[in-house]
Every structure is written in C-alpha cells, then in structure tokens.
C-alpha cells in the first residue's frame, strides 16, 4: 500500500497529496510501519513529497500557528532518523523537505491554494499523527534540527534547539583555504590569504553575516598535489569547515574539487582559470570569481595582432608545465583558430613547476629561425622574472604578456630592484581593476587592508581575495540566519547584477558558475607601476 498510493495520486493536485500524506505519516508514525530496510530511504523521500507541501502551504498562512506546524516537523524527523541509517541520507531527506516546503509555500503565493485549504490539510494530517495505535513502538528521541527553510520562517522562540551544520555554530561561520606556506609561491598565497581576512575583518567588526563573525583557517600544500589531499583532509575533517574558499593553483585543484564533490562541500572561487574549475554543466559545488585563462590569453593573442600588429609566427609561449600551463595554452591556440592562424606553428617552451629553472626555455627559443617579438607567459611570478630577466637582452624589444595568474604586484615589485630596463614592453592582463585607482570597491579595499594590515601594500593577488569574499559575503548574507550548504548554492545561483563598485556587475546562474568575464588591460612603466591599456 505504501508504495502504491503514491503513483495513483502523482496527478491529482494538491489536495490529493495530503490525503496520501495523512495515510502515510499517521501509518508510519503510529505503527513504526516502514518497508523492507532496502526501501526505507524511498518511502521517507515519497513521504518527503507529501508531507512537505502542507508544512509549506501552512507556513505561508499567517493565522496558523506556528507549533502546530514544527509538531509535523518533528513528526517528520522522526520518519528520517528511523528511516536513514546514514548522515548521508538524513541530509538528503532534509534538503527534500527543504524543496518541497518552498513549492508549498508557492501554491499559497501563486493563489493555487487558499489558507482554508491549507488549515484543513494540517488539520487532517494532525488528525493521523494522533490517532492512538496499540503496537506503538518506543521509538528514540530525534536530534535532527527543522529543515533550513522551515526554520527560516519560525519565530526563533519556538525553534528546537538546533543540531550545528558543519562549519556553522550559533555565533560563527567557519571556511578553509589551501595555500602555500613556503616555495617560490608562497607570497602569492599569503597575499591572497591577507585580501579574503580584511574583507571578513570588515564585515565581523559590522557585526558578522546575519550575527555570525567569519573565521578563515588555512592549510599549507606546499602547491605540491601530492600534499593538497591531505591539506583538504584536515580543514574538512578536523577543522570542520563548511567549505573552501579561494584555494590557490591549477594542478591543486584538480585533487581538492573530487574531494569537496564528494562532501558536497563549497568550493568558492579558486585562484586558477583552468578549466578543471569550469564544467559545462558547472559543477553544482564550484564557483568561480575569476575569468578563465582562456580568456586572458585570447585577449592577449587579439592584443598583439590587433593592436601591437605582430604576425602570429612571432609569437611565442613560454608555460608551466602543468593544468596551468596547458588550461593557457589551449587559450592561446583557441585564438589563433579564431584569427584564422594556424595553431600548430605556435611554439611552446616550458619550465618545471613550482621552480624558477628557466635557461632550458630560453635556449630553444634561441634556435628559432623567426624572430620572437612576443612571449606569452603562462608563469608564477618569480619564475615570470627570471624569465624576463634573461630574456630581454637576447630578444630585445619582445613584448612580454602575462596573464593574471603572475600576481601583477609581485612581479613589478621583482622588475623593479632589477632596473627599470625590466619593466619595458611588460604586459599583464588582470582580472580585477588596477590597485592605484579610485572604484568605490578598490577604495573600500585600500581602507581595509590600511586597518586590519598596516604597512600592507595594495596587491592585485589581495584585491582578488577580497573581491572573492566579499561575493561570498554578499551570498551568505542573502541565505538568511538559518541555512546550509544547499540552500547556499542555491541562493548563489540565484546572485544576478551585483553591483560592488568594481565598475562591472557580477553574478551567477544555474548554468553560469562564473561572476565576472571582465579582463583589465595592464602595462608596466619605468617606475613599477601598472597603466591602463586598452587591449582592443
């Protein structure tokens, strides 16, 4: 019986689900009648369906009261903790609910249903919980809290007390990042660690995210993968956070994103543009701030044609070989088939990851019988100028364009104590406005970093940890005191045309995981500071 009610009411309309809800939450609840262990998860989730639409419907009625609906409530819970041997069931079942409150909900604010037939729905389905059965079983206490966005619209004084989403307690939210500690990275990953604390600092000393403060902790892989799992091991499963956020590198990320998948865990804006982070259909749990080095390097490619007039054969790539070097790369021969060149004349020269060994690329762009007027550098910053360093007297006059990825700050401040020579013919696209400008944001970032790290310089690597937490920030705050990791997602998806004073709105969609497709246009001067160029 059980299983077939359901299927015969699947059409019937609103009222027709209640009427199996009653039959099924008042046999379950009564008489502790499941099926088979093997179908115990299903016939909650059915339940799911029935039950949640009349809690919905009535929590969108303002003149029922409120105990009457979290007494359903924790009927329910009742049914998920008998029913789920596992905690990934229970969630689950509760972001089920959590779906079906908001259709119910839908159907009193479409004008669907009326509030008499909301109320007499409840009442029915009380009616079933409380008829009295003589096997009644003695069944444990559930400690499951109310669905999120059944909570969400309880008075708090009626609210049970509530089992902590991980990561989340009553007085803060708590988020992990992956950086390098030490290597020739590791200012990289400290200027970004710096940019996402100012703009956490600034929105705790306001008072938090709807009461909570935010705390970041970090975890040190070296930007090695072969210690990223572990790094991500002990923020999740130690540190207990709710999720990631801003974790640096490309091959990096390639290890942490299954893990995170698999604990459907937030992977908020990583500091790579590979396309390991950009899915199509985007990963439900990935989001990115940041364009993709696809992007960039196309940008760079119409640049040097377009503006510079440089004929493709004389532009040349110089890569990490790693995700990251090949994700740019692959943007570099996008734009060549876009231009109408051919992408198998471009010649690529590579450097080992994680190290500044760059004689080897240099040497075989030498035997080159063409001249080379252009690198594209798909590089880490030190390693960017030790390139630049060598390179400029042996191809004199090269333009040498880097994607964002270099960490712009970092690589003028290295350009600089070499001589202003360096810094000729330097181009670096960015992916967020210059640090020496006047947006309201940059201002707001400037402010920050001057308070909470004096003595900090402004750096384009912590202008995006900033901007990335403050999008983060902008979501958590729109998910409302009680929520989770779902129901965040949900809410980012939801994010459109946000307006921070960046000069570009930013947003997300269900199938846009993405904010910001905006690249900046950058050039070095004699004195180490970026001017503004137009890139077409």
Not at 430 to 435: I, R
Request: net charge neutral; charged share 20%.
């Amino acid at each position: 019986m059980i299983d077939v009610l359901p299927q015969k009411a699947a059409a019937r309309g609103p009222l027709a689900h209640a009427r199996i809800a009653v039959v099924l939450l008042g046999s379950i609840v009564t008489s502790g009648a499941f099926a088979a262990s093997g179908e115990n998860v299903s016939v909650a989730r059915q339940l799911g369906s029935r039950v949640g639409p009349i809690v919905g419907s009535a929590l969108a009625c303002r003149d029922i009261a409120r105990p009457r609906i979290q007494a359903i409530i924790e009927k329910f819970q009742l049914v998920i903790r008998e029913a789920a041997a596992s905690e990934a069931d229970r969630d689950e079942l509760t972001r089920l609910l959590d779906r079906y409150v908001a259709e119910g909900r839908s159907l009193v604010t479409s004008g669907r249903m009326d509030c008499r037939s909301a109320d007499r729905q409840l009442a029915d389905l009380e009616q079933s919980i409380a008829a009295p059965a003589p096997t009644r079983p003695n069944l444990p206490a559930v400690t499951l809290a109310p669905s999120s966005a059944v909570a969400a619209t309880m008075p708090a004084q009626i609210l049970p007390p509530a089992v902590e989403t991980r990561g989340v307690t009553q007085s803060d939210i708590k988020f992990g990042m992956v950086i390098p500690y030490g290597g020739p990275v590791k200012e990289s990953g400290r200027q970004l660690k710096i940019g996402v604390e100012a703009a956490f600092n600034r929105v705790n000393e306001a008072g938090g995210v709807n009461g909570r403060v935010l705390k970041l902790v970090t975890a040190d892989d070296g930007y090695d993968p072969s210690r990223t799992l572990d790094a991500m091991k002990q923020l999740y499963e130690k540190d207990q956070v709710l999720g990631f956020l801003c974790n640096f590198g490309s091959a990096t990320a390639a290890v942490a994103i299954p893990y995170a998948l698999e604990r459907r865990a937030l992977f908020f804006a990583p500091y790579t543009g590979a396309n390991v982070v950009r899915h199509d259909p985007p990963d439900r749990y990935v989001f990115n701030y940041r364009p993709s080095y696809a992007e960039e390097t196309d940008a760079l490619v119409r640049y040097l044609v377009k503006v510079r007039k440089l004929q493709p054969r004389q532009i040349v790539v110089f890569a990490q070989n790693d995700a990251f070097g090949d994700a740019g790369f692959a943007g570099v021969a996008k734009a060549f088939r876009t231009i109408g060149a051919n992408e198998n004349t471009i010649v690529r020269v590579n450097y080992p990851r994680n190290s500044v060994e760059v004689d080897d690329a240099i040497s075989q762009l030498r035997l080159l019988k063409t001249p080379v007027r252009a690198v594209i550098m798909l590089a880490t910053t030190r390693a960017a100028a030790k390139f630049i360093e060598k390179a400029h007297d042996v191809f004199p006059g090269a333009v040498f364009a880097n994607i964002s990825a270099v960490d712009g700050s970092a690589l003028a401040s290295e350009l600089t104590l070499l001589g202003p020579r360096y810094t000729d013919n330097v181009i670096v696209t960015q992916t967020v406005p210059g640090v020496s400008g006047y947006s309201s944001l940059v201002l707001d970032y400037k402010n920050a970093l001057a308070k909470y790290f004096p003595g900090e310089a402004p750096d384009y690597m912590s202008l995006e940890g900033y901007i990335s937490a403050s999008v983060l920030i902008e979501g958590l705050k729109r998910a409302g005191r009680s929520f989770d990791t779902e129901q965040l997602v949900e809410t980012l998806e939801t994010l459109r045309n946000l307006d921070l004073g960046l000069g570009v709105q930013l947003g997300f969609g269900r199938s846009e995981h993405q904010a910001s497709h905006k690249i900046w246009g950058t050039a070095l001067d004699q004195t180490g500071n970026y001017q503004p160029i137009e890139l077409d």
